[in-house]
């Protein structure tokens, strides 16, 4: 016999689970008992269920491993919502088991009293977390427990991947089941199929079509890494070779200096990028779900004169009103590269020369980001600081960002050597995101260091990591853009509303704090950055530094963020949507439209 608290955590360490992310509680008691005595595993014990969810996500997008998180009933699972929602959109698994009280006082017990609360500190967490995990349920037979743990870790990590939750009240937790009499779990159930004979079918006929193209591009996107692929993507990249461009999250699949490799579009991408993608006559995504954040709100323009073809696992993706494909591709992007790769036979395509020489001028001679954006000499340039960071960061490293300005300033201008990994989360895109996953990251990579870049607005809703990061001694080197408040927010403020500001910076209602007197309290070692003067060398001290360090970088309040997409008023006073290709700042229109190979549309 054995207890099914037990039974779980025993189960999960079989799977390959080597830390879980737990805040105790009375309601996971028995729970948090069996995971501390579990040989191979480790509890990290954060300060808030949001950081150990968002810990779990940074854990797995660092390894490749799942993370389990443990919280109690009640608020120690809504206050995970957050990072249940960043890994639901990103695609990114961990398994979740929270306690719950004892089932005779669940509102499940008595359905037809339709009651908010029967227990203590109750609430029906299944249905809430439901809709945006792929499995939820409330665990009410002992026996039924390796059935519902086995079809959680598989459809965690089988098809799109995301999170999925088990609850687990008090008695069943306690409750003592034999082995033997545990339901089995099939995985047949919940198997995916593919159509193998029309995924054939569609690779060769994109081999002809880039065979025959002029102009043909690639964007690589997420996932490709998610389905285990992004070696034999870069062995595909050498044998079509045809531009490649990154996704939102799949800016890591290649190298800066990879002769092929030639931008980020999106709306806060780079113009060649952008420009690239929307001259294009063949664009094929693979593991990239283009959101309207990577083609932009005038999405009817994007890449308007290609022939559109996208890889994607989730066919309901393929099937956006905001899309107009013309030969979706319902497949996991590993198994259609390799597809691809099997079709090719070892053979290389000739290089489009006239176009690849195209895309290089692109390159070379629009605006690049640090001419976009002037520089205050009191301060220092966000975009300068993420250039020179890159650049001296050795190829191993891992980098987490936050969002807002960190995001911006960051990957519109980040020079990444082979073998460098950095993320974000960018579908949910909360603040509060960095801190906690890079600290999930760190423990996936054994404690090596890893870079954080944040914001002071965004860190302070996870400000309590930073006990968490003291306490383990985390080789994390944290670097805080001090724009005094929400930068971000207050460009937009000055674009649509003339300057009216509310809820961006101290003058408007929003505190600032001493960052580094904080972080000196929880026992950190800190450094400030207040101008560009020996920035390097300011810099490749933070980084020399043993244990966790966070730095003050000193950016000025008012700093633009530039390009980026924008919008304009037209006839009546209705916004007009840009099309990628058209960035904020607008470049001359005759030196605009000498760049561009397609027709422009009228408004650009």
């Known amino acids: 016999m054995i207890k099914v608290s037990d039974f779980i955590a025993e189960r999960l360490r079989a799977y390959g689970i080597r830390h879980v992310f737990m805040i105790t509680g009375g309601g996971a008691m028995h729970l948090n008992d069996s995971f501390g005595r579990c040989p191979g595993i480790e509890v990290i014990c954060p300060h808030h269920e949001q ?13 490749g491993n799942l993370a389990a998180v443990n919280v109690t009933s009640g608020p120690g699972g809504t206050n995970t919502l957050t990072g249940v929602i960043g890994q639901w959109l990103d695609s990114i698994p961990a398994i979740y088991v929270s306690g719950q009280v004892r089932q005779e006082t669940t509102i499940a017990f008595c359905p037809e009293l339709k009651l908010r609360q029967l227990g203590d500190q109750e609430i029906n967490i299944v249905d809430i977390v439901r809709p945006v995990t792929k499995y939820a349920v409330m665990v009410r037979d002992p026996r039924k427990i390796g059935y519902h743990l086995d079809k959680a870790l598989y459809l965690a990590t089988h098809g799109r991947p995301g999170p999925v939750w088990l609850d687990i009240p008090l008695d069943v937790q306690a409750a003592q089941v034999s082995e033997s009499d545990l339901l ?20 060769a006929e994109l081999l002809d079509r880039i065979r025959s193209a002029q102009r043909p591009v690639i964007l690589a996107g997420h996932g490709i890494r998610l389905a285990g692929a992004a070696d034999p993507f ?35 991408g ?3 990028g952008n420009m690239v993608i929307q001259n294009s006559d063949l664009m094929l995504a693979i593991g990239a779900r283009l959101g309207v954040r990577q083609i932009s ?11 559109r073809a996208m890889v994607d696992i989730d066919p309901a993706e393929l099937k956006k009103p905001t899309l107009r494909l013309h030969l ?39 605006p690049g980001i640090l001419d976009d954006n002037p520089r205050n000499p009191r301060y220092v340039n966000s975009y300068s600081f993420a250039d020179t960071l890159f650049r001296l960061l050795e190829p191993d490293s891992l980098v987490v960002t936050g969002n807002g300005s960190a995001y911006t300033g960051t990957y519109q201008v980040m020079h990444l050597k082979k ?30 260091p890893v870079v954080c870049i944040t914001g002071d607005g965004s860190v302070q809703m996870n400000i309590q990591e930073l006990q968490t990061v003291s306490f383990h001694r985390l080789p994390l080197k944290i670097f805080i853009l001090n724009n005094r408040g929400f930068h971000a927010i207050r460009l937009t403020q000055d674009t649509y509303f003339e300057g009216r500001h509310v809820g961006s910076g101290p003058e408007y209602g929003v505190g600032v704090w001493n960052i580094c007197k904080i972080a000196e309290a929880y026992g950190l070692s800190t450094a400030r950055i207040e101008n560009e003067d020996s920035l390097g060398e300011k810099i490749r001290e933070v980084l020399s530094r043993p244990g966790p360090v966070l730095c003050e970088i000193m950016m000025d309040p008012d700093q633009t963020l530039f390009p980026k997409l924008s919008s304009v008023v037209g006839p009546g006073g209705k916004m007009i949507s840009k099309p990628l290709e058209d960035m904020f700042p607008f470049l001359d229109r005759e030196r605009f439209r000498s760049a561009m190979i397609i027709d422009p549309l009228e408004e650009s």
């Not at 709100?297 to 022939?307: C, L």
């Not at 036979?345 to 001028?361: H, I, N, T």
């Open 51 to 63: 950081g150990a969810a968002i810990a779990a996500e940074g854990y797995y997008r660092a390894s």
């Open 234 to 268: 870069l062995e595909l990249v050498e044998a079509l070779q045809v531009p490649i461009l990154t996704a939102i999250c799949g800016h890591d699949l290649i190298w800066s200096d990879h002769p092929l490799y030639f931008g980020r579009p999106g709306i806060v």
């Open 419 to 448: 073998g460098m990994r950095v993320f974000t989360n960018q579908a949910c895109a909360s603040m509060g995101y960095g801190l906690p996953a890079a600290m999930g990251a760190c423990f996936a990579r054994g404690r090596k």
């Open 297 to 307: 709100y005038n999405y009817d323009a994007f890449a308007r004169g290609a022939f």
């Open 270 to 272: 780079d113009r060649a």
């Open 328 to 366: 979706p591709i319902h497949a996991d992007a590993g198994m259609f590269i390799r597809e691809m790769l099997r079709q090719l036979g070892g053979a290389r395509l000739a290089p489009k020369e006239e176009w690849l020489k195209w895309c290089r001028e692109r390159r070379q001679t629009l």
């Open 184 to 203: 089995p779990y099939d995985p047949r159930e919940d198997e995916i199929r593919f159509d193998p004979e029309r995924i054939r079918a569609q690779a």
